[in-house]
């Protein structure tokens, strides 16, 4: 702010208009852009221009419904971007006839903890716990991807086709104990003990039949995904997924089988912190049509 501030106040044709949201552009009768409606203080006022409008805005990583025409699961990715992001910006650009690209264009995390408050809302905080032996499955209670894999964006991918887009990282205290004698269990200590921020997705059993009613997931498939996860440790060769055992890199610090006298699970969701879909524009950002013509006044930054 100390730099924007200054030059600001050195250039008596910039103006900051705040508290005030933009909800419609103004076009001519030739379909050129020349202001916009908005909402204020004191109600609704318009600004005229002389040149055109440039939008700066556009981002969707707060409106789960819209990522929800776009992504398959998308609704139902938490919603992690500034409140401001809910494409709004794009909306207003598309009534005047402007094109979109890129919108199914829509990373996510696959370590997303959901809001004690707003089901939509949530953080970053994985758990890690896969790293010292722990396992992923979807609500099906099945694996469906290599939990290890060091290409971060297959795994999100992996989750984003998982119904409704949520997991449960299954571990045990043997897992839990290995992790933190390696001191990866930093989001561990911080967000998933008994008064953190994470215990209401926590889940615990004494048996894994007990953990499967916990997170309603099937107990016939979390015990036989837990048994051929248990052969393939044993085995000690690359399993389905192509995940490796007895390896030592970032990713695993442990191996470790899933056994114990009682089994734990996290909930989490793919979560989206921004969006990369947007308007049609030219080398120039002018807006473009659906056709690809240049909406005249009309640009996107």
Known sequence: HAVLDKLVAADSRIEFITLTTAKELIANEKGQIIGVKAVGPNGEVEYTSKKGVIVCTGGYSSNSKLMGQYAPEGEYYLAGGAPGADGYGIYMMQKVGAGVTGMDCIPTFPMGMISRTDPTKGQIASTYTWKAGAITVNKNGERFCNETEDVVSIREVALEKQPEAVLYDIYTDKVLADLAAAGGDIFMRFYFNEQGAGAHVMYSGSTIEELAAAINVPAENLKKTIEDYNAAVEKG?????????????????????????KFYAIRLHA???????????NT??????????????????
């Open 237 to 261: 060769e690359p399993d389905q997924f192509g995940r490796e055992f007895n390896v030592s890199n970032t990713y695993n610090i442990a191996t470790n089988k899933i056994e114990g006298e």
């Open 271 to 281: 979560l989206c912190v921004m969006t990369l879909g947007g308007v049609t524009a």
């Open 284 to 301: 120039d950002m002018q807006v473009l049509d659906e056709a690809g013509n240049v909406i005249p006044g009309l640009y996107a930054a």
